[in-house]
């Protein structure tokens, strides 16, 4: 063989030995990217003018007739805040006592809905 022939399957060798060392060790080293949050489905509901004629705005029995929950789901959150899982007829309790329905014209209440198939949100939207 010619010296530049040899040169050749040397470098061959060593790419072989080398990927063959790659594939089988452990990727512990392997460089790992963080997996992208995928957005929650978010509702946006429009209220009606509320606020036109009271300051108190809608009651929790109004509010809760804009958007419908599954048996299995259960509200995790409002307006960014956690809270306990609620159901939805423990959702208007929890309205009625809280000062979440004082808001008014252009304000909007933030729902965060939680079940086995996933999370979702639901935007109300108070006139």
Same mark, same amino acid.
């Given at each position: 063989?010619?010296?530049?022939?040899? %040169?050749? !399957? !040397?470098?061959?060798?060593?790419?072989?030995?080398?990927? &063959?060392?790659?594939?089988?060790?452990?990727s512990?080293? !392997? %460089?790992?990217?963080?997996t992208?949050? /995928?957005p929650v489905p978010?509702? /946006? %509901? #429009? &209220?009606? *003018?509320?606020? *036109?004629?009271?300051?108190?705005g809608?009651?929790?029995? $109004?509010?809760?007739?804009?958007?419908?929950?599954? #048996? $299995?789901?259960?509200?995790?959150? /409002? #307006?960014?805040?956690?809270?306990?899982? &609620?159901?939805?007829?423990?959702?208007? !309790?929890?309205? $009625?006592?809280?000062?979440?329905?004082?808001?008014?014209?252009?304000?909007?209440? $933030?729902?965060?809905?939680?079940?086995?198939?996933?999370?979702?949100?639901?935007?109300?939207?108070?006139?």
């Amino acid at each position: 063989m010619r010296p530049l022939q040899l %040169v050749i !399957a !040397a470098l061959l060798g060593g790419c072989l030995v080398l990927v &063959t060392i790659l594939v089988t060790t452990p990727s512990q080293c !392997a %460089v790992q990217f963080p997996t992208p949050r /995928i957005p929650v489905p978010t509702q /946006i %509901v #429009d &209220t009606g *003018c509320w606020s *036109c004629g009271s300051g108190s705005g809608p009651s929790a029995a $109004d509010l809760m007739g804009y958007f419908s929950l599954a #048996d $299995d789901e259960r509200v995790i959150g /409002i #307006d960014g805040q956690q809270s306990r899982p &609620t159901t939805r007829a423990e959702l208007a !309790a929890l309205l $009625d006592e809280s000062e979440h329905r004082q808001r008014f014209h252009g304000q909007f209440l $933030d729902f965060e809905i939680q079940s086995p198939r996933g999370e979702r949100r639901v935007l109300l939207l108070l006139h």
